[in-house]
């Protein structure tokens, strides 16, 4: 995947717990356009797999808006 | 009864036996990205839900092609059948590859399989590498390609009418593997479609280009290729979505689904849930989205029952018009 960019979402807005789900901006190879996607902190979703290996790549998620 | 009886094909009987087919959508009924062709880019989905492909250097795109009504080259009248088109490509790391992931590195694991389909090419002699791998999920072990007799993919040679083809293998033992959750681990089939001299595991494919059109496929347990099966299209839709859901624009004033925000803890908190069709196979991400009234969502927490949804404001909500998708593919 063509990560352009990540931030945290925001807190929970009851809580008020840092989220680690992301909001990724991912580019559509095929059709050469930016997708904003909301992910979740889950390890079996291919996205956030996607966001763990960019991080490891010396990536930084942004903080939230 | 005996077994034996209850495992001839000649009568009659296993055809009638369901739940056979281990490929979700094995004749391309359910397309929920919607119907018409698609450029297929690498480790991802084109249109047909529960397809994916992984390409190098080899421009394919997907299509969906219908059956003419009441033709004869593939029987039981399937609706469509799927091309995919290959540019020409010559480089030694190129590679285009159909594949599907079957939940649970479990599956078949062990035993004798057998792969059934209809194919046709554009050019006679044009062949199908069919590549089966394990994938043994989160935290398990790494991942095992060739995962079947001999170690290699086997090739099927096409022509330029429809056929049927088979594959019998072996899937390997999983004894000793460290496995994951179930559903983070897969067995993968891969139909090479092209797969330069850098991969001896397809057997000596090479490089191709040109229409390869499939119908049916079908994987089962044994060594015989049964009739496809053929479920209705609702099963094989609730089945794809475990993995993806769009929620599609709807038509009708009666088809609204209208969702006031329904639960709030301040004047600007305010919380709406969603539930999919089915559970998913993981926390799906959410995209793709358009149609929110007053207010889109200003916080979305994905489970794998429902999507919790929270807008700052009492009006927001849903109708005909509202389109989102919930991705938890593998």
């Known amino acids: 995947m063509n990560i352009q960019s990540v931030k945290y979402k925001p807190n929970h807005p009851i809580t008020g717990e840092p989220s680690k789900g992301v909001i990724a901006i991912i580019r ?34 942004a903080d939230a808006d | 009864m005996p077994l034996s009886k209850i495992q001839t ?3 009659q009987v296993i055809p009638n036996l369901g739940r ?22 690498d480790n991802a989905y084109a249109k047909t839900d529960r397809f994916k492909y992984f390409i190098s250097g080899v421009t394919t795109t997907q299509d969906q092609q219908s059956f003419t009504h009441g033709q004869t080259d593939v029987p039981g009248e399937p609706t469509y059948f799927m091309r995919n088109t290959l540019a020409s490509n010559s480089g030694s790391s190129n590679y285009s590859i159909l594949a599907q992931h079957i939940e649970d590195v479990k599956t078949c694991a062990g035993q ?12 006679n002699g044009n062949k199908v590498a069919i590549e089966f791998n394990q994938s043994f999920g ?4 790494n991942r095992v390609t060739s995962a079947q007799t001999g170690d290699t993919a086997q ?5 330029t009418s429809f056929a049927r083809y088979t594959v019998t293998t072996t899937i390997d033992s999983i004894a000793g593997k460290t496995l994951g959750p179930s559903n983070t681990s897969f067995l993968e089939l891969y139909m090479w479609m092209s797969g330069g001299s850098d991969y001896s595991r397809a057997n000596g494919l090479g490089n191709q280009s040109g229409d390869f059109d499939f119908a049916d496929i079908q994987l089962e347990t044994g060594d015989v290729a049964t009739p496809f099966e053929r479920r209705p299209f609702h099963e094989q839709e609730h089945d794809c979505h475990r993995y993806y859901y769009k929620r599609p624009a709807q038509g009708t004033q009666e088809d609204d689904l209208i969702l006031s925000s329904d639960y709030n803890n301040s004047t600007s908190n305010f919380w709406m849930e969603y539930y999919y069709p ?15 009234v007053t207010q889109t969502p200003q916080t979305i927490n994905e489970g794998e029952r ?4 929270q807008f700052t404001n009492g009006s927001a909500y849903l109708d005909r018009s509202t389109t989102f998708v919930l991705d938890a593919n593998n």
């Open chain 2, 306 to 309: 429902h999507v919790a949804f």
């Open chain 2, 155 to 159: 090739l099927v040679t096409l022509t």
């Open chain 2, 138 to 141: 989160t935290g398990g072990s």
């Open chain 2, 278 to 292: 089915r559970k998913m196979r993981v926390r799906p991400s959410y995209s793709s989205a358009s149609g929110w």
């Open chain 2, 20 to 41: 056979r087919n281990k490929i979700i959508n094995g004749d391309f009924q359910v397309f929920q990205k919607g119907s018409g062709g698609a450029t297929a880019a």
């Open chain 1, 28 to 61: 559509n190879s095929a059709t050469d356009e930016d997708e904003e996607f909301s992910i979740p902190a889950d390890e079996g979703n291919l996205h956030y797999q996607a966001v763990m290996e960019w991080v490891e790549k010396g990536n930084k998620i």
């Open chain 2, 9 to 11: 094909v000649d009568n």
């Open chain 2, 112 to 123: 004798e399989v057998t792969l059934s389909f209809y194919a046709k090419s554009s050019v």
